[in-house]
């Protein structure tokens, strides 16, 4: 199927980043309504918006995806990069799509002042765990959520 390249999202990834980003959220036990799904869409077409999108390519099907944004970071008064979402479908796991778009994410950052990317996973998804850990620091860091 051929190496795993990066770019940005397009206009023709549509329908492939609304079945990538519904199973996603199937993954996480989430139903993604369609104002959900147009709602994110929208704001990954605007460029003024803060979120961007990655996509993971192998050959010419899109295969992965992930979501990030620039946010200010108070520790380095610099910026910083939070990775929203990150998605590879089942069969191309292990392929290396995941990794690629943790570097793409890194080279954004580079050539944009730097800073740190982070992100979180769910305690259980062991399998991301350990791609995570192949290619950043885990941190003691805890996560806490407050519904408002």
């Not at 199937?26 to 996509?55: R, S």
């Not at 200010?72 to 089942?90: I, M, N, R, S, V």
């Not at 062991?126 to 290619?135: F, I, L, S």
Request: net charge negative.
């Amino acid at each position: 199927m051929g190496e795993v390249t990066v770019r940005a999202i397009e206009e023709r990834d549509a329908a492939r980043w609304r079945e990538l980003f519904t199973a996603y959220g199937v993954f996480y036990e989430t139903a993604f309504d369609d104002a959900v799904l147009d709602g994110v869409w929208a704001w990954l077409m605007d460029a003024e918006h803060p979120l961007f999108c990655l996509v993971a390519e192998r050959g010419t099907e899109v295969v992965g995806f992930a979501h990030v944004r620039e946010q200010p970071d108070t520790f380095t008064a610099g910026p910083g990069w939070f990775l929203d979402d990150l998605y590879t479908a089942p069969e191309s796991r292990g392929t290396g799509a995941g990794s690629a778009l943790i570097e793409a994410i890194a080279d954004h950052a580079r050539t944009r002042g730097g800073g740190t990317v982070r992100w979180i996973t769910a305690a259980d998804n062991e399998r991301a765990q350990r791609v995570y850990d192949r290619v950043a620091t885990r941190t003691a860091w805890v996560t806490y959520e407050k519904e408002v």
